[in-house]
């Protein structure tokens, strides 16, 4: 069983930046970053092959976020840059063992407990 942390989630303006940490207890293939905004559905932000370094991201946030790994640290980040009001969300790290980078939340096995982000206007 692999445990998730996030970290890094606040308050920020418009236009300003976040980073989020995600430090897991073992290894995992593949990591990634859903968030959720209130009555919404869970969506997928980004993700990363943790081995290759193989990255995707949705076309909402391409360009203004990056993902990235310290595989010494077991940790994912996520840098999100040029944040928008409909950024606004609770931030989920999640993680399996396929070599492929899935985008469905219901591909993944593991999940941290989320941390919030806000972006004001």
């Known amino acids: 069983q692999v445990q998730l942390v996030e970290s890094g989630g606040g308050l920020v303006q418009a236009g300003g930046s976040l980073r989020l940490s995600c430090a897991a207890s073992?290894?995992?293939?593949?990591m990634a970053w859903f968030r959720q905004a209130p009555g919404k559905e869970r969506e997928f932000v980004a993700a990363i092959n943790t081995s290759s370094g193989r990255t995707a991201y949705s076309d909402s946030v391409k360009g203004r976020f990056t993902i990235s790994r310290d595989n010494a640290k077991n940790t994912v980040y996520l840098q999100m840059n040029s944040l928008k009001p409909e950024d606004t969300a609770t931030y989920y790290c999640a993680a399996t063992q396929s070599w492929v980078i899935p985008t469905q939340a219901r591909e993944y096995d593991y999940w941290g407990q989320g941390t919030h982000v806000t972006v004001s206007s």
């Open positions: 073992g290894r995992t293939i593949a």
